[in-house]
């Protein structure tokens, strides 16, 4: 993979390292919560979920068929 994609990769394993990191994660560790889930469970299952859909859509797709 070579170009701009090769880029968006990086930038999303930076943005995702940083996400997952203790700075971020203490703004978002606090004891109130929504429908009784921690605040700080939401951002994790939430970010992790946005990583994934993501990464999904920006790594290229490799045909089944090599022809």
């Known amino acids: 993979?070579?170009?701009?994609?090769r880029d968006t990769v990086v930038?999303?394993?930076l943005?995702?390292?940083?996400?997952?990191?203790?700075?971020?994660?203490?703004?978002?560790?606090?004891l109130a919560g929504v429908s009784g889930i921690?605040?700080?469970?939401?951002?994790?299952?939430?970010?992790?979920?946005?990583?994934i859909v993501l990464a999904a859509w920006v790594v290229p797709r490799v045909p089944d068929d090599p022809e």
Do not use: C, E, K
């Open 1 to 5: 993979m070579d170009g701009p994609g």
């Open 11 to 13: 930038a999303l394993a």
């Open 15 to 30: 943005a995702a390292a940083l996400g997952f990191n203790y700075p971020l994660l203490a703004v978002f560790d606090r």
């Open 38 to 51: 921690p605040v700080l469970y939401l951002y994790l299952f939430a970010f992790w979920l946005a990583v």
